[in-house]
């Protein structure tokens, strides 16, 4: 396998953070940008240790992570720092394989080697992905999985795809977003059709099919879940019921947590289930719009998590930005990489700094941390909104190929005339 | 004929309420003793005995239940012991932390701060346990004008091993155990008048007229007590007591130990209650000899001077009962370092700067020349959450595992309305002598909704405080003399995160108004046909 110089590199170096004994881990570990209550390290533990001493670790309330984590923590592996760097190093693997599978490329041939080693950097280096990994937060492992889905469906195998993404569903619910534009890349092609869209390509009869190899694997996932935890379903509750009540309102970057603070009781429900049906209603129209290209919706949907995501880290806007490097064709045609960039930067700089006052210091209070997060919403929804613009722009082209192609087309007819375009809506 | 008829039956219908009228019995007792700190501790308890009287079976809660005579038994209580088929009941009320290792053991063990309330009921098919327990809170809250309703399931547990039954076992049902404390509660005047109510003299003769408000809430720690406990052989037997720490040395201008009952209370005894077959008071002379009692005329009996106040007695009321010692300008306190009173002292402290997490850490010292062995009961509400896995047992900074065992953890278990009970943690912890035992742990402080916030949110939360009980000695083969009850440490008060309270509105607008910019964009986005026109200049 030919892979570029900078991922063994950076490989060497993820290996290396996990062995040496850094010296803020215990820090990293408890911070609430980097691990939300569903995946946070300590609570992993806690769960290990209640497993350890027979008592059924759901019961608590103070523990969320799938079976599936736990049995795999209790019996093959216990939690150590190297495995989430062997999945960071997965999920790069997997980056620049979808990247591979996108441009059409065979990966023993490797081209384009500046390419690969921008890919494994944003990657690997991207700090919204590196701090949760060294916070041993699970979302590591969701995030590889999505990408491993991804992968698989690129490269038209089936049945890996639909078992990962079945998995990351099963880790993380949200993930179901994401299981229409796979089963879409899986009938047709990852390859790029921004710039020439076109009606769907491939075969839907097969996607029936498909969704039920998907619910096998899933209800087989959960029957595992079952045995695992002695026939008990509060799991299910535990883990999946807690990205739809939000019973653990422990503060994070995302929208959810201080919205349902301060929301009035008898309110709760009620935008409880709007703001689940939120993250469901892009489903459709983003796949419907972006048809020709499903990669490209799955890239809008993940996205669309990074933002509005219940229980969001930095790892989630953080998968959405790296994965932003395997779609270079849109990078022109990004209306404001900067603001979004400096939004970005600004919520990531102040957001440590106002928990800590809140937190810590006591001199800020909650409303400080608050609108550091409503400007993480920001930097988000610009990325995504930017994103979209982006994918679809492109397919109109440049205003200087038009007046070529124009004067290609009609002999010289216009010539000297200066053509703009713009857009007007339908 | 018919007129005798008439009476037969009257007298047929009295006889059943002739024969419920059972033998009752009251004492009344108060203990006074000097502490080493120039302190003051007074017991008074009272005893009502309704001689061969047993607990209601649960079962029959749906029949009618026999009538209820009593002449000195409190009816109130009586009838709340009743309704709710209580087996035996524990209700104390404390203000204050009692100083184990200056006080020694206190005569009536439940010390913990605020209030504190465990029953024994029978299990039964009629009405379940919770639901009784639920009523009895909320009868009891009424009776002795004290929070209790919120003893709710948030603050209700279990813990069979630490609070056991004091008295008999029936044999009609298995029996379960409630218990639930509030540290917050505080104590007062109105929870006194209808303690005083339950007695069969009130305060208007016998000890009981000696309980001033104003002094026993002014003193250093107070705390009174009911106890419902029903013995096989003697009946159920209904204990009332109060407990006070005076401090001569602060109230008296010359900064003298002296007391006497007219200083302490500011009242008299100015007649004996007559339906008491005993009355006495017990003063618990202290070991040097340097100190003079008077009337000088009590029964000295193991160190105790006792003085025979009911009216079968021959002695007359003595007026006043003093204690002083004319040898003694001022009081000097002993100075530190003090080795303590009680064999074991127990620090309990959470540390931590954060808002969100803290590391709760227990030191046990054992003082006694004996390896002592006790358990270890932590009932922790669920907005604490311990995290077990970081559980350490140190001696010296060193790990010795070893000594912690027989560990169970109940992780906070889901109630009604999203609610949790919350956890329970109880192990047994051996401590070698003259050493002392760190337990630590890591805990997470949660985050709350806002309206879940009392409504004075910055003071923080009253953490109950963890209690360390004797073993069994049948269990527990350990050859100590040592002989206790349960011991309390003090609460902990935490800070909990809080969030802005006056921003709900705030808050929906805002976050609202994001959410549906980034809809709109995409869905506006989306919803274009994308065109090239020519623009004509």
Redesign the interface.
């Known amino acids: 396998m030919n892979t570029p110089p900078a991922f063994s590199f950076l490989v060497c170096l993820r290996l290396l953070l996990a062995v040496l004994p850094l010296p803020g881990q215990n820090l990293l570990k ?1 911070d ?1 940008q980097l691990s939300s209550p569903l995946t946070s390290n ?1 609570r992993l ?2 769960g ?3 497993l350890d ?1 027979n ?1 059924d ?1 759901y ?4 523990f969320h992570h799938s079976p599936l984590l736990l049995s795999v923590f209790s019996t093959i592996v216990p939690p150590l720092p190297i495995i989430w760097a062997i999945s960071d190093a997965v999920g790069a693997w997997a980056l620049l394989r979808i990247w591979h599978a996108r441009q059409g490329l065979s990966f023993q041939k490797g081209t384009r080697p500046n390419v690969e080693n921008l890919i494994t950097s944003v990657y690997l280096l991207n700090p919204y992905l590196l701090l949760p990994s060294l916070a041993l937060s699970t979302s590591t492992f969701e995030n590889t999985l999505t990408l491993l889905a991804l992968m698989f469906a690129s490269q038209g195998k089936v049945s890996s795809a639909l078992l990962a993404i079945a998995f990351a569903v099963h880790l993380t619910s949200s993930s179901i977003l994401l299981l229409l534009p796979i089963l879409m890349i899986l009938v047709s092609s990852p390859v790029s059709h921004l710039a020439s869209p076109r009606p769907f390509h491939g075969n839907l009869k097969r996607i029936p099919f498909l969704f039920g190899e998907f619910t096998l694997y899933w209800l087989v996932l959960v029957g595992a879940a079952c045995i695992i935890t002695g026939g008990s379903w509060s799991w299910v509750r535990a883990s999946w019921g807690a990205t739809l009540t939000l ?5 994070n970057p995302g ?1 959810w ?9 008898h309110f709760r429900p009620f935008f409880l289930m709007v703001f689940s049906v ?1 993250l469901v209603i ?1 489903i459709l ?2 796949c419907i ?1 972006f048809q020709h290209d499903p990669l490209y919706a799955a890239f809008l949907l993940i996205g669309v998590l990074g ?2 995501k219940a229980y969001l880290t930095l790892a989630d806007p953080g998968l959405f930005i790296s994965m932003i490097s395997i779609f270079p064709e849109v990078h022109g045609y990004l209306r404001h990489p900067i603001i979004t960039t400096l939004l970005h930067l600004h919520a990531a700089l102040l957001l440590p700094l106002q928990h800590v006052l ?3 210091e ?1 001199r800020g ?3 400080f941390y ?1 609108a550091a997060s ?1 400007v993480m ?2 930097a ?2 610009a990325g ?2 930017d994103a ?2 982006a994918g ?2 492109i ?2 082209g440049d205003a200087k190929e ?1 007046v070529e192609e124009k004067v290609d087309g009609e002999k010289g007819k216009d010539e000297g ?10 | 004929m018919r007129r005798a008829s008439v009476w037969i039956f009257l007298a047929y219908l009295c006889t059943p309420s002739f024969a419920l009228y059972r033998k009752e019995i009251y004492k009344e007792d108060l203990r006074i003793q000097s502490l080493r700190d120039g302190r003051v501790s007074t017991t008074f308890s009272f005893v009502t005995v309704l001689e061969g009287a047993g607990p209601r079976n649960p079962k029959a809660l749906g029949q009618r239940d026999e009538s209820q005579h009593y002449a000195l038994f409190p009816l109130t209580l009586g009838q709340i012991l009743r309704e709710y088929a209580i087996t035996e009941l524990h209700l104390t009320l404390n203000a204050g932390k009692w100083n184990y290792d200056n006080w020694g053991h206190p005569h009536e063990a439940e010390v913990g701060t605020g209030a504190e309330l465990w029953a024994w009921m029978g299990a039964s098919e009629v009405t379940t346990v919770d639901e009784r327990w639920s009523g009895l809170r909320n009868a009891l809250s009424g009776l002795f004008c004290a929070s209790l309703g919120s003893l709710d399931s948030r603050r209700t547990l279990s813990p069979t091993v630490a609070f056991p039954l004091s008295g008999s076992t029936p044999t009609f049902s298995p029996h379960e155990l409630r218990h639930a404390s509030l540290p917050s509660e505080n104590v007062c005047t109105e929870n006194l008048t209808p303690f005083l109510k339950l007695l069969p003299c009130k305060s208007h003769a016998g000890l009981a007229a000696l309980l001033n408000p104003q002094k026993v809430f002014d003193a250093d720690w107070h705390g009174m007590g009911v106890h419902v406990i029903w013995k096989e052989d003697t009946g159920i037997e209904l204990k009332l007591s109060l407990q006070a720490v005076f401090n001569p040395v602060r109230t008296s201008a010359g900064k003298r130990r002296d007391w006497n009952l007219q200083s302490l209370f500011d009242r008299s005894i100015e007649r004996s209650c007559p339906v008491a077959s005993s009355s006495s008071i017990t003063v618990i002379l202290p070991e040097e000899k340097d100190h003079k009692i008077t009337p000088e005329n009590p029964a000295y009996v193991d160190g105790l001077a006792i003085y025979d106040l009911s009216s079968s007695s021959n002695f007359t009321i003595p007026s006043n009962i003093a204690m002083y010692w004319p040898s003694e300008h001022s009081f000097q306190y002993p100075l530190p370092p003090l080795t303590p009173i009680t064999p074991l002292s127990v620090k309990r402290t959470i540390h931590g700067t954060t808002q969100t997490r803290g590391v709760l850490s227990v030191s046990v010292t054992n003082n006694s020349p004996q390896e002592i062995s006790v358990g270890y009961l932590e009932m922790m509400p669920a907005l604490i959450t311990m995290w077990m896995h970081t559980l350490k047992v140190e001696i010296n900074s060193q790990i010795r595992s070893d000594l912690l065992s027989e560990l169970k953890y109940h992780p906070p278990s889901p109630q009604s309305n999203d609610r949790f009970s919350p956890s329970m943690l109880q192990a047994v912890l051996t401590i070698p002598p003259k050493t002392t035992l760190k337990i630590s742990m890591e805990v997470n402080k949660a985050f709350l909704k806002y309206t879940e916030h009392p409504p004075d949110a910055m003071r923080g939360w009253d953490l109950p405080g963890a209690v360390f009980f004797p073993l069994s000695q049948l269990s527990h083969n350990i050859s100590s003399s040592y002989d206790w009850e349960r011991i309390y440490t003090p609460t902990l008060l935490v800070d909990l995160p809080t969030p802005d309270f006056s921003m709900p509105y705030n808050v929906i607008i805002l976050s609202c108004t994001l959410m549906t910019l980034i809809f709109g964009s995409i869905f506006n986005l989306l919803t274009r046909k994308w065109v090239v026109m020519e623009i004509q200049e």
């Open positions: 408890h609430h300590l533990k806690e290990l240790w209640l001493n008592i670790p019961t608590g309330g103070s019973p653990d309102l422990t503060p929208l947590w201080y919205f349902f603070t301060e929301m009035f009781d939120h892009y129209p983003i719009k933002t509005f809140w937190v810590s006591g209070n909650a409303n608050y409503l919403g920001m988000g929804g995504l909104v979209c613009w679809m722009r397919a109109v038009w005339k200066v053509v703009w375009w713009e857009v007007v809506q339908q």
